[in-house]
Every structure is written in C-alpha cells, then in structure tokens.
C-alpha cells in the first residue's frame, strides 16, 4: 500500500474514533460538566465567593449575609483552613457551604493528572479532618479547567461549579459601577462571583438590597446542588 493512502485510513479511522467518542459522551447524561447558572429557577440567584487570601473582611462579611437572611459558598483552598480552621468553622456555623477550591491554590491546567486528583483529594480529607464535612462544590482557582478536571473533581465528590456574573474584578470600582455591572448582567438562575476585598464587602449590602430591589431572592447553595444532580444524574453524588 502507498503511504499516502495508508495515512489518509488512518486519518480517517482516528476521525471516526473521535467522533464517537464526542457522541458517545454528548448522549451520556452521567458526563460531569460545570454548573455556571441554575436554570429554571425564576427569580433566584446565588452567591459566592473566592476566599483564597486572609481573612480580615470575613466577620463583617457573614455578619452582612447573616442580617439579609443570604447563604453563600465560600471557596478556600487547603493552604487558606490550615491557617484559619476557626474561620472555616464560622462559616459552616453561619449556614454556608465551604467548597473545595484544591489545597494549595495551583493552576490545574499546568498539572499531571495524579497532582491534580491530590490537590483535590487533600482539600477534602483536610475539610473532613478541620471541619466534619464532604465539599459539595469544587471551583478550580482562576476558573481553569478541562474535562479531565471536572471529572476528578466528580470522582472525588464534587460539583464543579463556575459563575454566570464575575464582579471579581470590580473590586478597586465604585459602588455604582459594581451595581451597574450586575445589572446589565443580571437574570434567573445566576451564579455570581465575589471576593472578599474591602470594597465588595463595603458594597455587599446596597448589592443584596438592589438585588432584592430587583425581585431576585438570593437562594440556598443546596438548590444548585439539586440542579447539579437532576442535570447531571450523578449516582454516585445523588445519596449524598
């Protein structure tokens, strides 16, 4: 056989290898994928926060949340509750949800697999050891992932669970322009993302009131992990 036709068979086999592969996948509901939003959820939205640095700004943070009645995830990494277990712990006290975001804050992408499963699994067991508690979420730092990570991320108990609305970056903006960045933004189901900077938690409570203004209710972290699981048909996360 000629070598031009024997590489153009095998170009073709290794198509149709990837594209059942890709349809396999596609038809497969169990598959993890990332929650960036929750859908048909009218009128709600849902809070998090990135909390990979110091702490200084978090007993005025859940003192806000607390008086609005709001639940939010909070997103530390390992590095973050070996440093602030008491921390960790008043979030769980105050009714929020600690999510896993690796144990060292690394770049995934940058990773073999086996280090990634690490940062994931030593997060947990480091959770379970401080805290009592099994993450529900994993957010991966700098939102960097890839389906390879979202399913360790899975295998390890996780939902990997993204953003609709990033105000991370507004941190250094004034108040109204924070607002005004949201609403443009802003619909049902939204996931949005926050930090916990002087600024943001300056401008918490005019957001939940604008929010609330608006007629969204800022809701139970517990409903994405419904969502999570209706979407996703997770078997291995539903008894949870």
């Known amino acids: 056989m000629k070598k031009p036709l024997f590489f153009l068979i095998i170009s073709l086999l290794l198509i149709i290898l990837f594209t059942v592969q890709a349809i396999t996948l596609a038809k497969n509901p169990g598959y993890p994928e990332p929650v960036f939003q929750v859908e048909k959820t009218k009128g709600f939205l849902f809070l998090t926060f990135n909390l990979p640095w110091g702490e200084s700004q978090l007993d005025t943070l859940l003192r806000i949340l607390d008086e609005h009645d709001s639940r939010a995830v909070f997103f530390i990494s390992g590095h973050w509750l070996k440093e602030y277990p008491q921390n960790a712990k ?22 073999k697999e086996e280090e990634i499963e690490q940062e994931i699994s030593s997060f947990n067991k480091l959770c379970e050891e401080t805290c009592n508690i099994n993450p529900v979420f994993f957010r991966p730092p700098y939102g960097e992932y890839n389906p390879r990570i979202v399913r360790l991320a899975s295998e390890n108990g996780c939902f990997t669970l993204l ?75 539903a008894t949870r």
């Open 163 to 237: 953003w609709s609305i990033n105000a991370l970056m507004l941190s250094n903006l004034e108040t109204e322009l924070i607002i005004n960045h949201i609403e443009e933004r802003i619909h049902d189901g939204a996931v949005i993302l926050l930090h916990a900077t002087p600024r943001i938690v300056e401008t918490l409570p005019q957001i939940i009131n604008f929010l609330e203004w608006k007629g969204y209710t800022i809701a139970s972290p517990d409903l994405i992990k419904e969502y999570a699981e209706k979407r996703c048909n997770y078997s291995e996360l």
């Open 90 to 111: 008043k979030i769980i006290n105050g009714g929020h949800q600690i999510g896993n975001h690796t144990f060292s804050y690394a770049r995934l992408l940058a990773l």
